[in-house]
């Protein structure tokens, strides 16, 4: 068994050159916001869930981008109503957001 259920990982690389980037598109205020609710409904901690930053995943025409694990699932979101649909049906129950997930074509 995993050390955690589940894990999310959310780019917020930012480019000191002005290039575009997920942190110029609202990444930080996903990743507070999904830590905040998280916590809050009781899932962070072991064999549950953990909420991570990360750097360049590499799929950045998609930004601001986040990817679950273990199921691979990576999403792009808007707001934090988006936010709140990942952790209340994946974080919490395992059922993928279908309309926020990344086009697999999708790269950098
Ligand atoms: S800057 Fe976020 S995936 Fe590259």
Redo the contacts with the bound molecule.
């Keep these: 068994m995993s050390y955690y259920e589940r894990h999310i990982f959310f780019?917020l690389?930012e480019?000191p050159n002005g290039e575009?980037?997920?942190?110029l598109h609202g990444?930080k205020a996903g990743f507070d916001h999904c830590k905040q609710r998280v916590k809050e409904a009781g899932l962070a901690g072991q064999g549950k869930v953990r909420v991570n930053k990360a750097g360049?995943?590499?799929?950045?025409a998609?930004?601001?981008?986040a990817v679950v694990y273990p199921e691979g699932t990576w999403y792009t979101f808007v707001d934090q109503a988006d936010i709140d649909e990942i952790v209340d049906k994946h974080l919490a129950k395992g059922e993928v957001v279908d309309r926020l997930v990344l086009s697999p074509c999708i790269g950098?």
């Design positions: 780019c690389n480019r575009d980037c997920c942190a990444a360049c995943l590499d799929r950045c998609g930004g601001p981008v950098r």
